[in-house]
């Protein structure tokens, strides 16, 4: 085995803080929408997704590869937002195994009613606090990070 490639101070300092802040960034914006909508983070990916495909529906394949979930999680997240009257499913013509989520009237109230204050929260606790320049950087460096975990083996 060859000997790793460890990280200089810098690049460890920088690694660290990226940690610290993923995991802080995410628990107060989870925490803002659970106290702003009553949503949980995956709710909001639900709905967001769902209110964004045309027209508002997604097969569960599609929605789970989109969201990093496995098939199985998804129904049993999908299920208890049912039950809540926010999504609902439909049989997928020509394949009796497969399912279309389809946002309902509620869903869709949830989704419009949470996205100010989610992107109020985005705002206070990011974007505002870049300038134009770290934005540009952001944009640059997670899409080729993006790029990079998505490219085919």
Known sequence: MTEPRWL???????WRGYRRMRALLDLQITRDLAADSGLSDADYDVLSNLSEASPH????????TTMLWSKSRLSHHLTRMQQRGLVDREECAGDARGSIIVLTG???RAIEEAAPH???????????????????????????VVTHLTAAP
């Open 8 to 14: 200089d101070e810098k690049q460890a300092r920088a």
């Open 57 to 64: 529906r997604l097969r569960l394949t599609e929605l789970a």
């Open 106 to 108: 509620a869903g869709l």
């Open 118 to 144: 989610h992107v109020a929260s985005v705002r206070r606790h990011m974007i505002d606090l870049l300038t134009d320049e770290e934005i540009a950087a952001l944009d640059t460096l997670s899409h080729r």
